[in-house]
């Protein structure tokens, strides 16, 4: 395929006027020139458009009336084939706190439906299944927020690395509150093998340090389910703006958090470390109503996804919505597409693969018009 006459979205985070060559699933070419096509080659012109790397969702839950727990290959692939609708091309969602046997049933059949997609006969207007975000069942009971408190339980290594196991090396992210008994030991005897995540926790500065220094690099949906930062009492956000080589995750959604903390939050932490993330549940793309996350019923109206409490259950807003958002917010468009494509891909270690337009990586494009930001075509090449 030949990508033509659009403004690309460069590593340096740039638009340039640049001819994208791809041969099978990766990108091998790109050029201020005009190329000469082959007598196979497919042309797509961009003109009037941006080109940007497909987008990367890295915590989020269900969409289309599936939940990634639902752990059947029908749910996973109904959530693959919504997500690439909405610009998505490469998804690690998130599980929930449930019963350990449950979780390796999902992580199991995960596993499986990820293989399936290398088939050849494989669909390509699917995102890919690149990895699992273990989001429970290792946090506080306060912080719980839509989470089953009757199965949290104690991090251990034994528990991860059977985990890991059943998904054959596709859990790439554990979220964890770093108070609870064994949460830094297990950070500390684990960093090797999984990268770890500071979430739905009651954490005081001190001991959030104590996380990042055993080997956590990650905050999950920063503000949501931790205690505030203040003046006095930092907390994990301090923590995290201290620890220069940690991302944090936003709900850029518009409902879990205000405008000025959006803009504020990417001055604090920059450009480079914010991640934009969806977290959203099955009832995103559907009607209001009644719906499930984890096995605890939820009430959708308009944007806001809440248990009988009150309490906000996810988000009903796919990811590319919540880019939007960010820049309705005033954040730069290139500070935007960055939080969504090569951040969360660096977060959870696939940008070799994934998350730029560069020579070598995966061709996986979503076109945008210049004058609206509105999605003229999702691209993601394969190998047949």
């Not at 995960?110 to 494989?122: L, P, W």
């Not at 064994?182 to 926790?201: L, N, P, Q, W």
């Not at 903390?261 to 920059?270: E, I, P």
């Amino acid at each position: 395929m030949i990508l033509k006459n659009g403004l690309v979205f460069t590593e340096e985070g740039q638009f340039s006027p640049l001819t994208i060559t791809t041969d099978g699933d990766r990108i091998t070419k790109l050029s201020e020139d005009t190329v000469q096509p082959s007598d196979t080659s497919e042309i797509f012109d961009a003109s009037g458009c941006y080109i940007v790397p497909g987008l990367t969702d890295i915590h989020f839950h269900g969409c289309a009336g599936h939940d990634f727990c639902d752990g059947t290959e029908e749910a996973f692939d109904a959530i693959a084939a919504y997500e690439f609708t909405q610009g998505v091309t490469t998804i690690c969602p998130a599980t929930m706190t449930l019963s350990a046997d449950i979780l390796s049933d999902i992580l199991k059949s995960a596993a499986a439906y990820a293989k399936s997609q290398q088939k050849a006969d494989a669909p390509a207007d699917r995102a890919a299944l690149v990895g699992i975000h273990m989001e429970g069942p290792f946090i506080n009971v306060n912080k719980k927020g839509a989470q089953n408190a009757s199965y949290i339980q104690l991090p251990t290594a034994e528990a991860i690395r059977r985990w890991q196991k059943d998904a054959e090396g596709l859990v790439r992210l554990i979220s964890l509150a770093p108070e609870v008994e064994g949460a830094v030991d297990c950070i500390k005897e684990c960093s090797k093998e999984f990268r770890f995540s500071i979430a739905h926790t009651e954490s005081d500065y001190d001991t959030a340090m104590k996380a990042f220094a055993a080997g956590a690099d990650h905050v999950t949906h920063l503000y949501n389910a931790m205690p505030p930062f203040t003046h006095r009492a930092p907390g994990v956000i301090g923590a995290a703006s201290d620890t220069l080589n940690s991302f944090v995750e936003l709900i850029c959604d518009g409902v879990h958090i205000a405008p000025s903390v959006v803009r504020a939050t990417f001055r604090l932490f920059g450009a480079d470390r914010v991640i934009l993330i969806s977290d959203s549940m099955e009832a995103t793309g559907k009607p209001d109503g009644t719906y499930s996350l984890g096995g605890l019923e939820v009430h959708v109206n308009g944007s806001h996804a809440t248990l009988s409490d009150g309490t906000l259950a996810g988000s009903v807003t796919p990811l590319y919505r919540c880019v939007l958002t960010a820049i309705s917010m005033g954040i730069p468009l290139e500070s935007a597409i960055k939080a969504a494509t090569i951040n969360p891909c660096r977060s959870i270690g696939i940008d070799h693969d994934y998350g730029s337009i560069r020579v070598g990586k995966k061709a996986h494009f979503l076109i945008l018009n210049k004058n609206d930001l509105s999605i003229k075509a999702v691209i993601k090449c394969s190998k047949s």
